[in-house]
């Protein structure tokens, strides 16, 4: 039988294996909106898409070093940041 105890808080979080792959896919669309950007001379988003790539970046790492939680924690706090600041200038949505 399972400890009940170390269940519980490994199964609210992400496989190590599935967030690494998880957080792959962000950063390879989080390089193509900031190529994007770039190229469209957008430099607000380019500042606020280069931050996002920076903390996932960060996260990749941690995940890497074990710390899956925090990986987690910290993927979910920048992609969340990071659409809302997408949709606050403007990047995001097409309302002309």
């Given at each position: 039988m399972k400890?009940?105890?170390?269940?519980?808080?490994?199964?609210?979080?992400?496989?190590?294996?599935?967030?690494?792959?998880?957080?792959?896919?962000?950063?390879?669309?989080?390089?193509?909106?900031?190529?994007?950007?770039l190229s469209k001379q957008r430099w607000l988003v380019v500042a606020l898409l280069g931050s996002a790539l920076l903390l996932l970046v960060l996260a990749?790492?941690?995940?890497?070093?074990?710390r899956t939680e925090q990986a987690a924690s910290l993927m979910l706090i920048t992609l969340t940041s990071a659409v809302s600041g997408l949709v606050r200038v403007g990047a995001c949505l097409a309302t002309r």
């Open positions: 400890n009940p105890d170390t269940s519980l808080s490994l199964g609210l979080a992400l496989q190590p294996r599935r967030l690494q792959q998880v957080l792959t896919a962000l950063l390879a669309v989080v390089v193509l909106g900031l190529t994007i950007s990749f790492r941690f995940n890497n070093n074990g």
